[in-house]
């Protein structure tokens, strides 16, 4: 080997053992660190005066035969002079005084006080909260889920005397669908109950819903409270307010939560109330279009086992507002949608009030009802929820305003609103025993009753027409009406009666098949057949005799304002002794007017006779093509072929006045019978008694005398046995066949007696 190798080799040595040397060190410096480790870990150093003895600690609590809870550590090591032992791997077991429980405690390192028995762990300090059934079954089952809650902390004192565990430290806790956290810790091993001090936060999780895997796509619930008693084995959690329960869409407020848990320990039913704060539960939504709120005495909530709400059931004061408006009810119970945690069925009772408005028309809505059940739409993810059918199960009244601030109500035994695809309001069906009422600035109210009844509303929230069946009777300040339907158009204004239609007012009644209404213009219409009576001789059309006015017709045209009513097709009128019929019959309540055209028949009584000629009054045949009669003036004027005649004489002429007289009584005193009292024709007039045949261009009939006035033209009279008189005037009496013929130059009066064959 020369040098220069020889001088390599001795570098690479050099490097060799330096290489060893280092790794010597770490080794060593490993090992260190490791130890270090092991002693931060490990139980406080003891003072230089303590005498160590190892030894494993097993500790009991007995009454009688059963024992509450048993303290066990692995490794036990007494302080010299201290009357402490410091516990290794400490398990405190609680099995309660009935033996059915299996709670567990346990740490790794403790301080164990001799002189009261007391137990502190200082750090990490998990506690299994299990009933004895549940251990029994997980050692039994393996493969069963454990239904255990799990709570970590830390510095926990355990009080053998008492049986107490507590700290003041952060606590965390958990339980199958939830987990919370709260500050401060008291355990009561003697009945199993946790109290966490302060800071408490509780979160619920939906699991997954059948046939998906991981956790449930709902979101939690975050509840919080200022603190909480949990109790394994009532399986009730109390969360002292204020307490607040929250999820995406929706808050709850309360002075006391109590969470009741089923037996695998998952959320059950949720209960607010105001609690020793008296702060009332409140439940707050946030949606599209505002803020919701609903308040009560009491708020029960029942959760499906996934998480989700099943049931709400709010009692005492409930009260609801919305953007939408508002409600009030004694109790409700809410039955949700499964999985998405919206409204599917609402149940309200109790003095219910419910009111709505529109907010683009400002149009309002007030129900009230004894028992009010409300059905939504909705169940699937992302679906909107909105209410589709309410119904009252008891009595209820609705009463809206409308645009023209005309306040209406409808009261039934059963009240069903239905509403469209866009959660508007759309028909109103009412049955058993309706009422409804309607009142316009300056009009009276209008009061309305029927077996049933159906209202449409429009999407602005006005109604557009009400329909109401079986025994309908109307009133306002006017009049009362009767039908089996009545049908009110609210664009139109109108009411349409059908169905053994009356309608009376102050003193007339008017019976049709079918009656229409129109408010505006105050036109009323009947279609036949018609029937009419007017009862007042003072306010009707006609007074020609005391007793009620009827008339009838296939159709009635008529107008409330101007008292005008126009009666056509096969009209017909009678009033006492006097009848009248014609195409049409006009009458007009003002000016006490009547008018009859086309085949124009009459019947009137003539005025009474002379004592001489006692004996039943004559009846006045008529027929004209025209009639108008004047009440006021006892007149009536004829024309077109008009033809009168009684049981032994006849007048024709193209025109004829007819004057009456009342029989009976004064016409100032509202009495009396309109009797016929002269006859004048002009434009030809033709007069025949008997035989007699008389014409001239004018003919008066004066009843009182019996007596006929020819004048005008040439007055001739033609007796077919004594021949023609003719002269300026002719007069000749019906009770006898004496003539006076007036020639222009004198006066001559003949005196005829008939021979009887």
Not at 599 to 623: D, K
Request: hydrophobic letters at 35%.
């Amino acid at each position: 080997m020369n040098r220069k190798d020889a001088a390599r080799y001795a570098r690479w040595s050099a490097m060799v053992a330096f290489l060893l040397a280092g790794t010597t060190g770490v080794i060593y410096a490993g090992r260190m660190w490791v130890a270090y480790r092991e002693r931060l870990k490990a139980p406080a150093p003891l003072p230089q005066n303590e005498e160590k003895q190892f030894t494993t600690l097993n500790i009991k609590k007995v009454e009688g035969t059963r024992t509450i809870f048993a303290v066990e550590a692995s490794k036990s090591t007494d302080l010299k002079g201290q009357n402490i032992s410091l516990l290794e791997d400490v398990r405190i077991t609680v099995y309660g005084k009935n033996g059915d429980r299996n709670d567990v405690i346990h740490t790794q390192s403790c301080r164990y006080a001799k002189t009261d028995g007391s137990i502190q762990c200082e750090g990490k300090v998990n506690i299994e909260l299990e009933s004895a059934d549940d251990a029994g079954r997980a050692a039994t089952e393996p493969l069963a889920k454990p239904n255990i809650i799990h709570i970590e902390t830390s510095a926990v004192t355990f009080e053998r005397a008492t049986g107490k565990a507590q700290t003041v430290q952060p606590v965390k806790f958990s339980f199958p669908n939830g987990d919370g956290d709260g500050v401060g810790a008291v355990y009561q091993s003697d009945s199993g109950k946790i109290q966490l001090v302060r800071d408490v936060h509780i979160r619920i999780q939906p699991t997954a819903a059948p046939g998906k895997a991981g956790k449930g796509s709902e979101s939690p619930v975050e509840m919080s409270g200022s603190s909480m008693l949990l109790d394994k084995m009532q399986r009730t959690a109390d969360l002292l307010g204020p307490a607040s329960a929250n999820t995406e869409a929706q808050r709850v407020t309360a002075g006391k939560f109590t969470l009741r848990l089923d037996t695998e320990f998952r959320a059950q039913t949720l209960i607010a109330t105001p609690g020793s704060l008296k702060q009332r539960p409140e439940v707050t939504e946030h949606g599209a279009k505002g803020e919701s709120v609903l308040k009560a005495d009491q708020l029960t909530a029942n959760l499906a086992p996934q998480g989700w709400t099943e049931t709400i059931l709010a009692e005492g004061n409930l009260e609801g507002s919305s953007p939408n408006g508002a409600l009030r009810a004694e109790r409700g119970e809410l039955e949700m949608w499964p999985r998405v945690n919206q409204a599917k069925l609402l149940t309200l009772r109790g003095n219910v009030h419910v009111d709505t408005r529109e907010p683009k028309t400002g149009l309002a809505r007030t129900l009230t009802t004894s028992v009010l059940q409300l059905s939504f739409s909705g169940g699937r993810p992302g679906e909107v929820s909105r209410v589709e059918h309410a119904e009252t199960l008891e009595r209820g009244t609705m009463e809206w305003m409308d645009a023209g601030n005309v306040r209406s109500k409808l009261s039934a035994d059963r009240l069903v609103l239905d509403f469209g695809p866009r959660g508007k309001a759309r028909v109103l069906n009412a049955n058993g025993a309706v009422q409804s009422e309607r009142e316009a600035p300056g009009h009276g109210v209008q009061t309305a009753s029927a077996a049933t009844g159906v209202v449409q509303l429009s999407p602005a929230g006005d109604w557009t027409q009400i329909t109401l069946h079986g025994n309908v009777k109307l009133q306002d300040a006017e009049r009362n009406a009767e039908a089996q339907q009545a049908v009110f158009a609210h664009a139109a204004q109108t009411t349409v009666l059908t169905g053994e239609a009356v309608v009376r007012d102050a003193s007339s009644e008017t019976h049709a098949p079918r009656i229409t209404f129109e408010q505006a213009s105050g036109d009323i219409e009947a279609e036949g057949p018609v029937r009419s009576t007017d009862f007042s001789s003072k306010t009707s059309s006609l007074r020609m005799s005391p007793t009620p006015a009827n008339i009838t017709a296939d159709h009635l045209r008529a107008n409330s304002k101007t008292g005008r009513a126009l009666y056509t097709g096969h009209a017909r009128l009678w009033q006492g002794p006097s009848v009248m019929e014609a195409d049409s019959i006009e009458l007009f309540r003002e000016t006490r007017v009547l008018k009859a055209n086309g085949s124009v028949r009459a019947v009137f009584r003539q005025n009474a006779q002379t004592e001489a000629n006692a004996g039943p009054a004559p009846i006045w045949h008529v027929s004209a093509g025209t009639l108008t009669y004047w009440d006021a003036e006892d007149k009536a004027h004829l024309e077109k072929d008009v033809f009168v005649q009684s049981a032994d004489q006849r007048m024709r002429a193209p025109q004829l006045d007819l004057y009456f007289t009342r029989n009976g009584s004064s016409k100032t005193g509202g009495g009396g019978t309109s009797e016929i009292s002269r006859a004048a024709g002009t434009g030809g007039v033709i007069v025949e008694q008997g035989d007699r045949r008389g014409t001239a261009e004018q003919g008066l009939y004066t009843a009182a005398d019996e007596k006929f006035v020819l004048s005008g033209g040439t007055p001739t009279l033609f007796d077919p046995v004594e021949g023609t008189t003719t002269g300026r005037e002719l007069t000749f009496y019906r009770a006898d066949d004496t003539i006076i013929v007036d020639s222009g130059n004198g006066m001559r009066t003949m005196t005829r007696h008939r021979v009887p064959r």
